[in-house]
């Protein structure tokens, strides 16, 4: 028995492995869940198959599949969902997938918040598109020194970029 990648706690062959071998995802999560185990695994064909077709048009099949076998995953975490259940026809899902994209290179995280919908005449839940989600800025609880780093990220010091009013 093997965990699966996609941090459900579940047995691979009780969680993403059947959708990775071609069985109809329940939810729009369990998409997500199974295209972030086909990253892990390089199993470049499920994330083709499941992109909307317009999308999968548009995409670059070496260039995924370079990026899933070079890169060291780390972990997926499911932020938040919106629809995408049984009964739906679209959803979003929230997710955060940490890639260190060479090996021994920095974790990186990809938070996104991915849509999907239903398509093709078996209507099998697919991945329509995403946004990235940018960190929250940095707030400072109070104003910044003379000589302190500007919080703008500037480099400069506080009193020659913001403060030098």
Same mark, same amino acid.
């Given at each position: 028995?093997?965990?699966?990648?996609?941090?459900?706690?579940?047995?691979?062959?009780?969680?993403?492995?059947? +959708?990775?071998?071609?069985?109809? #995802?329940?939810?729009?999560?369990?998409?997500?869940?199974?295209?972030?185990?086909?990253?892990?695994?390089?199993?470049?064909?499920?994330?083709?198959?499941?992109?909307?077709?317009?999308?999968?048009?548009?995409?670059?099949?070496? !260039?995924?599949? $370079?990026?899933?076998?070079?890169?060291?995953?780390?972990?997926?975490?499911?932020? #938040?969902?919106?629809?995408?259940? &049984?009964?739906?026809?679209?959803? +979003?899902?929230?997710?955060? !997938?940490? &890639?260190?994209?060479? $090996?021994?290179?920095?974790?990186?995280?990809?938070?996104?918040? #991915? %849509?999907?919908?239903?398509?093709? #005449?078996? $209507?099998?839940?697919?991945? +329509?598109?995403?946004?990235? +989600?940018?960190?929250?800025?940095?707030?400072?609880?109070?104003?910044?020194? %003379?000589?302190?780093?500007?919080?703008?990220?500037?480099?400069?010091?506080?009193?020659?970029?913001?403060?030098?009013?």
């Amino acid at each position: 028995m093997t965990t699966c990648p996609c941090g459900s706690g579940k047995d691979y062959d009780a969680c993403c492995g059947p +959708v990775i071998a071609g069985a109809p #995802a329940a939810t729009a999560e369990a998409l997500m869940r199974s295209r972030y185990t086909a990253y892990v695994k390089g199993e470049i064909d499920h994330i083709f198959a499941t992109y909307d077709p317009k999308v999968a048009r548009e995409s670059d099949r070496g !260039a995924t599949e $370079r990026w899933s076998k070079e890169s060291t995953w780390h972990g997926l975490e499911i932020v #938040a969902t919106e629809r995408g259940g &049984p009964t739906d026809d679209d959803g +979003v899902v929230e997710f955060m !997938a940490s &890639p260190a994209e060479r $090996r021994g290179g920095p974790v990186l995280v990809h938070h996104e918040r #991915a %849509r999907f919908a239903r398509g093709g #005449a078996d $209507r099998r839940w697919l991945y +329509v598109d995403g946004d990235l +989600v940018k960190p929250a800025p940095v707030k400072r609880e109070e104003r910044p020194g %003379r000589n302190d780093p500007c919080s703008c990220g500037s480099g400069k010091k506080y009193k020659k970029c913001h403060g030098a009013a």
